[in-house]
Nanobody, 125 residues
Framework: EVQLVESGGGSVQAGGSLRLSCETF????????MAWFRQAPEKSERVGVA?????????HFRDSLEGRFTFSPDTVKTTGYFQMDNPEPEDTGVYYC?????????????????WGQGTQVIVSS
């Protein structure tokens, strides 16, 4: 059974740092895509922010998030770490990790079959 379990959310001040973790079970970590999505408060849409293409060992970021955020997959622990440095209030939301065995649009939530329960991040100014 595929499971993804997020942890590490919480409250942080703008300019601080926070690390989210997504521990995965039940699938070949280096063969799947794994992505982080953010759902902003009062928004229904989950927006893809970063993804790990396990098959090609590549990491992709959405827009200009790279530089502030780091995605570090640990293939031994089958865990993806999402480091948020210098977060801003607009980074507030529930962060979900997701996984899928086949490609498509890596930043589209409908691409993904498996989802974690989400972890809340609140960035205060």
């Amino acid at each position: 059974e595929v499971q993804l379990v997020e942890s590490g959310g919480g409250s942080v001040q703008a300019g601080g740092s926070l690390r989210l973790s997504c521990e995965t079970f039940g699938y070949a970590f280096t063969s799947y895509w794994m992505a982080w999505f953010r759902q902003a408060p009062e928004k229904s849409e989950r927006v893809g922010v970063a993804l790990f293409d396990g098959g090609h060992n590549r990491i992709h970021f959405r827009d200009s998030l790279e530089g502030r955020f780091t995605f570090s997959p640990d293939t031994v622990k089958t865990t993806g770490y999402f480091q948020m440095d210098n977060p801003e209030p607009e980074d507030t939301g529930v962060y979900y990790c997701a996984a899928v065995s086949r490609g498509g649009d890596g930043f589209r939530p409908t691409t993904y079959r498996y989802w974690g329960q989400g972890t809340q991040v609140i960035v205060s100014s």
